[in-house]
């Protein structure tokens, strides 16, 4: 039994008579399962620090996982957030959408990718709302 470290990974492969050469490919293939790594980020066409109440404001969750993600989900200050399109917001896939917002939307947001190996929680993005007369 051989006991094996790949670069950059914290994970160890234990080989049973199998050469280097296989479990090397089976790293390349990306067969190795690991914890979600989950990046936040704003809307690309949006000014982070001109966001207004009335306001359309959105995230991407972009995610990088293997095995991929069952589920993405959202959290504004640690609270899971849910869709509530009467309520202007709504989740899809890895997007969260808060249409006419309101400066109680101010806050801390999180996206949270979930699979078998565990979940990974991205970066907090701070949401400031200004009120439309600034």
Wanted: aromatic share 8%.
């Amino acid at each position: 039994m051989q006991l094996w470290r790949m670069a950059g990974s914290l994970k160890f492969i234990v080989s049973y008579g199998l050469p280097l050469s296989s479990i090397l490919n089976t790293y390349k293939l990306g067969l190795i399962a690991d914890i979600p790594q989950s990046v936040l980020s704003l809307g690309s066409s949006l000014n982070g620090s001109n966001i207004k109440e009335g306001d359309d404001v959105y995230f991407e969750c972009s995610v990088r996982a293997n095995p991929k993600p069952y589920k993405v989900s959202w959290r504004f200050n640690e609270t899971p957030l849910l869709s509530n399109p009467h309520a202007g917001v709504i989740i899809s896939n890895q997007s969260l959408v808060l249409q006419n917002v309101k400066r109680g939307q101010s806050g801390i947001y999180t996206c949270v990718a979930h699979n078998i190996e565990g979940d990974g929680v991205s970066n907090p993005m701070t949401l400031n709302i200004r009120c439309k007369f600034e």
